[in-house]
């Protein structure tokens, strides 16, 4: 009895894992899609020698109604290959089934194949509506992909020992470390980017610029489980399946991204032999569009994947700001009304290619070629008061930033005759060049809205940047069902920026080079890391995953057009992870873990160049950062009930060493006056804790709700730096509420909404300078107005099969993500708001295609190969 029931608590929490096709069985429940499994093996003779085109047949057995018999039906048929090996996928493993071998010269060979629960002695039932323990689940997905082993002409059969399940997959599914969300039936975010994906997934804040945040901090982003340069806006919604939010990184992952873990986006990958693909175009009202077409095919050893996507994008953004400062003695008040609109194209292909060198080793390779354009302009209106004398300017800025990217990644994975024994290596290159020019205009007006004069800037920069990337990662499962994950990683980043102001003053006719405002800059960062850690069950109750990861690194950089180096190396630190899980009742779970991390300045914020594209927004990096480390802790409940599943979790997150923006008095380089110069600092620390709550359910058959709050609290410790003004602790709440509605005649509704309380800024920002002429803020000084946001769609899903689907979406409907940042500091205080793109519609049409009958293995198949594809 114990059995049948972990047998039947497992089927219903692996439904929550994967998919598969649709096959039909009378045990199902209605609307249920089937699993699916692989079988291969090799066909030899007597003497051991492979039997080379053999026919080898998969034959299902159902009963006919008609006739009251049993009748036996083709699944599967091929033809052994020079060597014996058979492989068949996508097998529906829940039936009754039986392999039908012959070949000229040999006796046909009948065996049935059945599917077997591994043994599961000392495991204890998952809870209802939950994932099961990570151990359980190793054994029971190795089962979908086993060894026939060689299968000898006219001898016994043997058995199969596997198992599968699965059904329809859940909004969010849990593990010990990690949360996953998928993401394929939201319809806000069809036919945007991987940006609007993120402001559909509980925990996670976008901001207006389409920074991230995960518990007021920015994460780490992976694509497939490797770090990625690929910005969210470079990766379009539609090939996003789910997304991984990793709040506390075990040591298996990268221990930078300290402050808030990490994002792994998952794509979509051809699961179905035969071709399938979709093609999407779509438009919004203010003129962008988008398009996009993928196509898969799998054959045999072969699954090709191919993506293409082009977007045009219109932005619109609006906004005013508000500074004053008292700095050598002189008052100024600032006050600028902004209008700033982007116009921009970009494009990504993504082509995939796997290879089965044999049942149990595959060879992938994949390219991804990316490139964009981006035109922003704005207008600007400034009045300016300075010891009581007003003067009014317009500045108008015309600029263009281009990028090329092109990656290639290798991998190969061979799993051993041991059940969920494997070994996978990675190689990842990701470079590409960057390119910018902009055009600075400020024209000055007197009292009878005259121009008396005019300045132009213009700033002409260009970059590279290569990061390689080699990992090996081996896993080993042992009797006792713990299991040994360990591995080593190399990464190497290269990047140059060139960069050069020159300035044409007023009443001047040539252009000047500033060259204490021109940099021209290499860098060189490498990581060089090793980890091993457990897993497995101390009892039936617990279970445990421990790991320590070792990490050293080193960054060397130099200013080309001085000759000055700088260096940093750092030895090897070392990053422990502990996850425990108990399993109070069928329904209720408890989890704890424990983590260090890093979080290394990146390249802006490191290099000493002085940005004055904006001279009231003067910018540079700090070559004397050093790393910050964080320990973070998080306990969590999770209960299910019925299809809700509620979850809640309280973390702590201490830092030393924070990394963050900070304004500060200085002597203008261009102007030889004190001014106000932002930069990174390294600030004493920084405390973040506080409590969320998840909840997921079907409230109806027509009605899925999710719903996500969080209550934190963040400090910064700026005592380290002199006259900084302490920014106080201050709670605040983030929340999110999604419905979806699946009405009659196949259309959906999705209404969601999110609050953003008032709130310090983020504590740590891993971007560079920031979007053209944007108002730097410090996250040490100042803190974010609230705001809230409404977001509406439509889905109509049509033709047969249900192919075709067109949605329209509203973002922001009530024009109210409005963000008003608050900042002051010694001598300073500054008020910014900016609106973009309010009241967005959108409309999508997507298309799918496919073919994945038998016919695409029947051509290779003789006549023997058909024999018995329907007996009665």
């Known amino acids: 009895m114990k059995m049948k029931r972990l047998l039947s608590a497992l089927f219903t929490a692996l439904i929550t894992i994967t998919s598969f096709a649709q096959m039909p069985t009378g045990g199902a429940p209605a609307g249920a899609k089937m699993p699916e499994g692989k079988l291969f093996g ?16 998969l034959l299902k057995t159902t009963f006919d109604n008609a006739t009251k018999q049993s009748k036996d039906v083709l699944v599967k048929a091929q033809s052994s290959e020079l060597n014996g090996d058979f492989n068949f ?16 010269g040999y006796k046909t060979l009948e065996l049935p194949v059945a599917f077997a629960m591994p043994k599961m002695e000392g495991m204890t039932p998952p809870k209802a509506g939950q994932q099961p323990d990570p151990a359980m689940i190793a054994k029971m997905m190795a089962a979908f992909d086993k060894d026939l082993g060689n299968i000898k002409i006219e001898s016994d059969t043997k058995v199969l020992d596997a198992v599968t399940v699965t059904a329809q997959k859940a909004l969010l599914e849990m593990d010990i470390d990690k949360k996953t969300f998928n993401v394929e039936k939201n319809i806000v975010t069809a036919g945007g980017t991987g940006v ?34 690929l910005s ?15 709040t506390n990184p075990s040591a298996k992952y990268d221990a930078s991204g300290s402050m808030a873990g990490i994002l792994n986006i998952i794509l979509k990958k051809n699961k179905k032999s035969g071709y399938n693909g979709m093609l999407n175009i779509g438009a919004d009202r203010f003129g962008g569009s988008n398009a996009m077409g993928s196509i898969s095919v799998r054959q045999k050893k072969w699954n090709v994947t191919l993506m293409g996507m082009n977007m045009r994008m219109r932005n619109n953004t609006e906004g005013n700001s508000e500074r004053t400062s008292s700095i050598g003695g002189i008052n100024s008040n600032v006050m600028q009304d902004i209008e700033s609109k982007t116009k921009g194209m970009m494009t990504f292909g993504r082509l995939g290619v796997d290879y089965n060198i044999s049942n149990r080793t595959t060879l992938s390779v994949g390219t991804v070629i990316a490139g964009g354009k981006f035109r922003p302009s704005e207008d600007i209106l400034i009045t300016n008061t300075t010891s009581g004398k007003t003067t009014v300017s317009n500045r108008l800025s015309e600029s263009e930033r281009s990028f090329k990217p092109r990656g290639l990644q290798l991998g190969l994975k061979h799993n051993f005759p041991t059940s969920g024994e494997e070994l996978s290596m990675d190689f990842n290159y990701f470079g590409g060049k960057n390119a910018m020019n902009g ?24 970059g590279e940047n290569q990061f390689m990337t080699f990992q090996t990662d081996y896993t080993k499962p042992f009797k006792n069902g713990m299991n040994l994950e360990t591995g080593i990683r190399v990464q190497i980043n290269n990047l140059q920026n060139i960069n050069d102001n020159s300035l044409k003053a007023v009443g001047s006719d040539v252009y000047k080079n500033i060259t204490s405002a021109s940099a021209n800059y290499d860098s060189k960062n490498s990581v060089y890391a090793a980890y091993a850690s457990v897993s497995g069950k101390v009892s039936t109750m617990f279970s445990y995953k421990v790991g320590l990861r070792a990490e050293s690194s080193s960054y060397e950089g130099k ?23 108990k399993n109070l009742s069928k329904t209720d779970q408890l989890q704890l873990s424990v983590t260090r991390r890093v979080n290394r300045p990146n390249f802006f914020q490191l290099i000493p160049f002085i940005d004055y594209s904006d001279s009231l927004n003067i910018t540079r ?5 050093v790393p910050e480390f964080t320990t973070s802790g998080e306990i969590s409940y999770s209960k299910s009930q019925g299809t809700g599943t509620f979850l809640a979790s309280a973390y702590y997150k201490h830092t030393n060493n924070l990394i963050t923006r900070y304004l500060n008095q200085e002597i203008n380089p261009i102007s030889g006056k004190l001014d106000l110069i932002n930069t990174y600092i390294n600030a004493n620390s920084s405390i973040n804790y506080g409590a969320e709550f998840t909840y997921t359910n079907k409230v109806q058959k027509w009605w899925d709700l999710t719903a996500n709050i969080n209550f934190y609290n963040s400090k910064i410790n700026t005592d380290n730096i002199d006259n900084a003004v302490a920014t106080s602790a201050l709670w605040t709440v983030f929340g999110k509420l999604n419905n979806n509605f699946n009405l009659p005649k196949k259309w959906v509704i999705q209404l969601s909404g999110d609050y953003q309380g008032k709130t310090n800024m983020p504590v740590t920002q891993n971007q560079g300078f920031g979007p053209p002429m944007s108002q730097a803020q410090s996250s040490s000084q100042g803190y974010i107005k609230p705001f809230y946001g409404v977001d509406f769609a439509v889905k109509k899903t049509f033709l047969k099969n249900d192919l075709a689907s067109l949605t329209l ?13 608050v900042s002051y500091g010694e001598g300073f205080s500054q008020t910014y708001y900016r609106l973009t793109n309010p009241q967005m519609v959108k409309l999508n049409l997507s298309i799918r295609f496919g073919k994945m009958d038998m016919s695409m293995f029947k051509k290779n198949n003789n006549t023997n190969s058909m024999e018995g594809m329907q007996m009665q």
């Open 809 to 821: 979406s509203v973002n922001d409907i009530f024009r109210t993500r409005g963000n008003t940042q």
């Open 42 to 57: 090799k066909i030899v003779d007597e003497q051991g020698k492979p039997v080379e085109f053999a026919s080898v047949v």
């Open 196 to 229: 609007d994906v993120m402001r559909n997934i509980p925990s996670l804040q976008v901001d207006i610029d389409g920074n991230v945040k995960l518990r007021n901090a920015a994460p780490t982003i992976f694509i497939d489980g490797r770090p990625t340069t």
């Open 439 to 462: 055009v600075y205009t400020t024209n000055y007006y007197n009292a009878s809205n005259q121009i008396t004069g005019t300045q132009i800037q213009r700033n002409i920069g260009n």
């Open 621 to 625: 990096g700090n070559a004397n950062l």
């Open 89 to 104: 996928s996508e097998v529906p493993v829940m039936a009754k089934l039986k392999l039908k071998i012959s070949s000229v």
């Open 232 to 246: 969210l806006d470079q990766i379009p919604a539609d090939a996003i399946e789910k997304v991984e939010v990793i």
């Open 559 to 581: 200013l080309l057009n001085t000759g000055q180096n700088f260096s940093n190396s750092y030895p090897i630190s070392l990053f422990p992870s502990v996850f425990i899980s």
